[in-house]
Structure formats: C-alpha cells, structure tokens
C-alpha cells in the first residue's frame, strides 16, 4: 500500500480520536450518549481493524462483526437528534410518529431492494449487512432533509450540536447512499472506489462534528418558570397547522 493510499485508509482514525477527546472533555456523554457511544464505538473499531490489517482473515470478521453493529448505532443516534432538535414538537399529534414511520419505509425500502436486486457479494449475510448499511444511510439522509425542511419552517437555530450531528451524517450518508448501492450489485469490483469514496465523505463529516462540538454554542437564558414554547412560537406553529390542514 503507497504511502497515499495509507494516509487516505486511516486518516479517519486520528481524526475520530479527536473528536472523542473532545466529547469526553466537553461532556458530550450528558447530552448525546447515543452519538458518545458511536464515536467510542468507532474509534475502538477503527483500532481493531489497523492492528490486525496484515491478517486478511481476522480482518475480516473484524471488518464485518464492526460493520453489523454500525446501523443499529446509526439509528439511535437519529432518534437521539430527532427528540434533541424536535422536543417542543411533541405537542402536534402529527409530528411523534414522524421517526418511526421513517424508519420503518427506509427498512422497507431497504428489503424490498435486497430481495429484488441480485447482489454482487459472494455471503448472504454480507448481503444483508451491506443491505442494512443502505438502509441507515438512507434514513440518515431523509432525517437530514426532514431536519433542513423545519429548520427552515420553523427558524430553528443552525448552531445546534444536534444539528451539527445530523449535517455530518446527512452529507456522509448521501455519498455513502450512492458507493454503497454500488457496491452492493457489483461486489468486489467496486470495493476500493467505494472504500475510498466512504472514507473521504466521512472525514469530512467527522470534521463538521469536531467543528461544531469545538466552537462554543451560543447558550440561552434558563427557561424554568416558562413553558416549553413561548405564546408567540405557539401562535407560528399553530398558524403553520391551520396551512396544512386546509384544502
């Protein structure tokens, strides 16, 4: 391996290191355990599979063992930043079931595919592992046009950690989406370009965490004998209700 294409597989690692040092300083673990965990979880993953890249087979049931925790992560960790973002929303009927209906037409979508399209993997279950992949990312990626669309509807603040979080998945997700269908049908033939792919879009997602996680968030004034919602934002929601329910 060129000393390039070394620096490019692995860069992630010191890059993810950081931004574990910089959640455990800041406490991060309070707030978002979830995405804590993630990272934790990623970091020790990405150590795993550098010690033992000489030993293609052990490699590879790290690989593959890491890669099937992954999704189940990804998907606490948007539910993580959907109650984050969204908790003032709980008081519209409509807006709850929102996450798990998403969650449930990615899955669907997710398994339709893997029974529809022949894959180009040699296992089954590394099929279904790639499969639940697409399935996360695309969840990623609906969350993060969800979350664009109210923040916009709403004018919810953009220097939200939560929001942060979900912009780094949104943008590694939509690449992701993209190599890892490809991979998916044409298997080890588009191995590298989708490794290579994955790994530069997730740099660059792990620098927007570190970004928002290191500049200081702007902080609001203690709300303890107010409402959760202010009579003017109520009024903007309600108003907004009356939009979508009229014909």
Known sequence: MSLL????WWGELPLQTVLLYVLVRKQIFRTFPWFFAYTLFAVTAGISRFLVRNHHPIYMKVYWTSEAIYPLLGIA?????FRSVFRNFNRLWWFPPIFPLTVVLSLGLTISRNLSV???????????????????????????????TLVLLFGLRWRQQAVGICAGYGLFASVALLTTSKFYEFGTRFKYLWGLASIIAYSIAVLIWLWYFSVPAKTEPPRAEQPPLTAQEMGRYKEIVRRVRRP
Do not use: K, T
């Open 118 to 148: 022949p894959s180009g993997l040699q296992s089954g279950w590394m099929s279904w592992i790639v499969g639940a992949e697409l399935g996360v990312r695309l969840l990623q990626v609906a969350m993060f046009v969800l979350l664009v």
């Open 77 to 81: 960790v948007m539910y993580e930043v």
């Open 5 to 8: 294409n070394f620096i490019l």
